[in-house]
């Protein structure tokens, strides 16, 4: 996969503002909006090879792509069957000893988005019998992104860098309401990308938000 430098975007932003921020500065916030874009929109994809699934252990780590943390688990199958995201409240008052019990997994949730937890206890070995989708973001130190997130949503991540610049408080680019204006575009454009990536899952699965 090809990967392109945040830099690439600075002459979408730069001629833009009333005052050119130093190339940090702007490189960025063009980075945050990245960040930002792909954890609200799911677009970046990842298949990790399956898990074993091990009796009696319910927490599984996630592996992203080198340059990527996982912003999301947006699908889990336990042997070829979905299983339910939940949050812990819901377990703790659905399945009271759901930490405890061993049985045949029907839920899946998370506290952090470096594991995936099942629930109840898996009570079986299965081989490769845990399937994920992950939505990624790219990491902190990544320097760079997927070039094809930058081919088909460039304008929007523009949008959204701009409006960060611009409504950084007593900046000689400052230009409030320009930026808020730009902010709405650039919502609009994660919640655009929200639902083509949902529709290419073929169904809207309901994530759970890791308690970070």
Same mark, same amino acid.
């Given at each position: 996969?090809? !990967?392109?430098?945040?830099?690439? $975007? ?62 999301? %688990? #947006? ?7 979905? +299983?339910?995201?939940?949050? %812990?409240?819901?377990? !703790? ?10 049985? /045949?997994?029907?839920?899946?949730? *998370?506290?952090?988005?470096? &594991? %995936? #937890? ?11 019998? +845990? ?5 990624? *973001?790219?990491? &902190? ?7 094809? #997130?930058?081919?088909?949503? +460039?304008? %929007? ?7 960060? $610049?611009?409504?950084?408080? !007593? ?5 409030? *309401? !320009? ?10 454009? #994660?919640?655009?990308? /929200? ?10 699965? *309901? ?6």
């Amino acid at each position: 996969m090809a !990967n392109i430098k945040y830099s690439e $975007l600075l002459d979408e932003v730069l001629p833009y503002l009333a005052a050119d921020p130093s190339d940090p500065v702007t490189e960025n916030a063009i980075k945050r909006t990245v960040i930002e874009f792909c954890a609200g929109s799911w677009i970046w994809k990842h298949l990790p090879d399956p898990l074993d699934v091990v009796a009696g252990e319910s927490a599984y780590d996630l592996e992203p792509l080198s340059g990527s943390d996982v912003s999301s %688990v #947006i699908a889990a199958e336990l042997d070829g069957v979905p +299983l339910a995201p939940k949050d %812990v409240a819901w377990l !703790n008052k659905e399945i009271p000893r759901w930490r405890t019990v061993s049985a /045949r997994p029907k839920y899946f949730t *998370q506290i952090d988005t470096e &594991q %995936v #937890i099942l629930a109840a206890l898996p009570d079986a070995n299965i081989t490769a019998g +845990l399937t994920l989708t992950l939505a990624l *973001q790219p990491s &902190q130190s990544a320097t760079s992104f997927p070039k094809w #997130i930058f081919n088909q949503y +460039l304008y %929007v991540l523009a949008e959204g860098a701009l409006a960060k $610049l611009m409504m950084m408080p !007593n900046k000689p680019w400052t230009d409030i *309401q !320009n930026g808020a204006d730009r902010r709405t575009k650039f919502e609009a454009g #994660i919640a655009n990308a /929200r639902a083509s990536a949902l529709s290419a899952l073929g169904s809207a699965p *309901q994530r759970v938000t890791a308690q970070h």
